[in-house]
């Protein structure tokens, strides 16, 4: 089952949604923590550590992001997935 994850901001480096997809992998651990949860806990702790001023660097955050949420899902599942992060600026106002 695919879940849906998407980070947007409307300020570079200030988290304001995030959805996302998860494909491939289960539900939940074995303690039963919704991987979902794990994934967004790890996406917006990550964020959290850059700098602020680092932050405009979409580069930067995506691969910190991709690293971060692999690293999670292995540390739960045992299995290391693939990950793509898709890291887009929306214009103040959007």
Known sequence: MSRQLLIATTNPGKLREIRGMLDGVPVADAEGRAMADIVLDTVETTIDSIPQGR????????????????????????????????????????
């Not at 580069?59 to 991709?66: D, G, I, M, N, Q």
């Not at 999670?72 to 103040?92: F, H, I, M, N, S």
């Open 55 to 94: 932050r405009r660097d979409k580069e930067l955050v995506r691969e910190a992001v991709r690293r971060a949420v692999r690293s999670a899902v292995e540390d739960a599942w045992g299995k290391r997935p693939a990950a793509k992060v898709l890291v887009t600026q929306l214009r103040q106002g959007s």
